[in-house]
């Protein structure tokens, strides 16, 4: 299949919030603020069929789905978390402090969250490695509360492979919810589930709508888009890892881009055809030709130079870079969400397993968000203290800026310390 050239069409590609989803998603929000579990079971019944008394996981279900996926399925899982957790313990931050030889004292504190909220979505997928990503960071960080959002079947059941992987992660509670109600009952708190200070994972429209309506009662990392991967590549790449890489993307979704930056014409062609033969094989070659289709690109430059100007531009989520020299070309990114260097560092080895985190920004976003990391489950106090000798140091200037901005009272605070 041939990709397009219109590049333009690719970078205009917007995110806009829906009205109508907006006001219903407002409505849920604001029923179950009032009125609590019942709102959530109500919507828990309508949205899922889930009928059952308890909202809350139990132990033996969580043995239970240990049990199912086997002692193979958690050394997967045990291994995922050991390399997750390599590359972010070394965001943890320390607490740090001044000490002046006029007596006076400032620093900052690093306190982790109290209580965080995942949600995993539901659906015909099941997505065990985002736990991980979610709850491994949370952890380290030492958040004291992880609770998981996750809507049940009609059923009552989630999939074991989510509960295992919750175990592994960490997470402490379980609740058989999703949906704009499951965020509303995080944000707010409920007879059952508890009021959380962050909400974090991916979702559909109505959760991540619901997410942006409630910032401000709580926190919330992101709001994900669909799913993005730009490849640049010289002549040296391989048109098939080419083609693989831009199609393990394409399958998330319809809407998912999949784009190729190259000096090579002669790769183009060839990953143009790799893509026709290997989609003859993958069980998701009809959503994969609809997202190359809509949001697929490939894009012939004179150089690599001009190749990291248009990826800065648009600031993928998936950056690789598939060069004679990849670990040469880094310090050229300016903007992405993580970076894969060579041809044996694909995308999906950091959706499961190399470490670094696969929440990531989406849309243009990698210009100004960062990855989920150990730092968005913390906060910072600054503190400091001052002597009667050091404060009289400022009084002046102090009393100045104050009087300039108009605030007597300001001054009056530092003034009223030192009695004519």
Do not use: C
């Amino acid at each position: 299949m041939q990709l397009s050239r219109n590049w333009e069409r690719i970078l205009s590609r917007k995110a806009d919030v829906d009205a109508v989803v907006a006001e219903s998603v407002s409505a849920i929000l604001r029923d179950v603020k009032a009125n609590g579990d019942a709102a959530v079971r109500k919507y828990a019944e309508k949205f899922d069929g889930f009928t059952e008394a308890s909202l809350e996981v139990t132990p033996a279900e969580i043995e239970a789905a240990i049990k199912a996926v086997g002692t193979d399925f958690i050394r997967m899982l045990e291994r995922a978390k050991a390399q997750i957790t390599e590359f972010h313990a070394n965001q943890k931050e320390r607490a740090w402090g001044i000490y002046k030889d006029n007596g006076v004292m400032m620093g900052q504190i690093v306190r982790p969250l109290a209580s965080v909220a995942l949600y995993v979505p539901g659906g015909t997928a099941a997505y065990p490695s985002s736990v991980l990503m979610n709850g491994v960071p949370a952890a380290i960080a030492g958040v004291k509360d992880i609770i998981m959002l996750t809507p049940a079947k009609a059923d009552g059941k989630i999939p074991d492979s989510i509960l295992a992987a919750a175990y592994v992660a960490g997470v402490t509670k379980i609740y058989k919810i999703g949906g704009a109600h499951s965020i509303a009952a995080a944000a707010y708190g409920t007879a059952t589930v508890p009021k959380v200070q962050k909400i974090v994972g991916p979702g559909n429209i109505y959760v991540a709508t619901a997410k942006q309506l409630v910032y401000g009662e709580v926190d919330i990392d992101m709001i994900a888009g669909p799913s993005e991967i730009l490849i640049i590549a010289d002549k040296t790449a391989d048109p098939a890892h080419v083609a693989a890489d831009l199609m393990s993307q394409a399958e998330h979704d319809e809407l998912a881009s999949s784009i190729l930056i190259t000096t090579s014409e002669q790769l183009i062609t060839a990953t143009e055809a790799e893509l026709d033969r290997q989609l003859a094989y993958l069980g998701r070659a009809e959503i994969i030709r609809k997202s190359l289709e809509d949001f697929g690109a490939a894009v012939l430059v004179k150089d690599l130079d001009e190749a990291f100007k248009l990826s800065n531009e648009l600031a993928p989520e998936h950056l690789e870079i598939l060069t004679n020299d990849p670990i040469a070309q880094l310090p050229k990114v300016q903007n992405a969400g993580s970076i894969f260097l060579g041809a044996y560092n694909p995308e999906p080895l950091g959706d499961y397993m190399s470490g670094p985190n696969h929440v990531l920004p989406t849309g243009g976003t990698a210009k100004f968000f960062s990855p989920l990391g150990v730092y968005d489950f913390v906060k910072y106090s600054s503190y400091s203290y001052y002597t009667k000798a050091a404060l009289a140091e400022l009084r002046d200037d102090v009393i100045t800026f104050a009087e300039s901005e108009g605030l007597d009272a300001h001054a009056n605070a530092v003034r009223v310390r030192f009695p004519k």
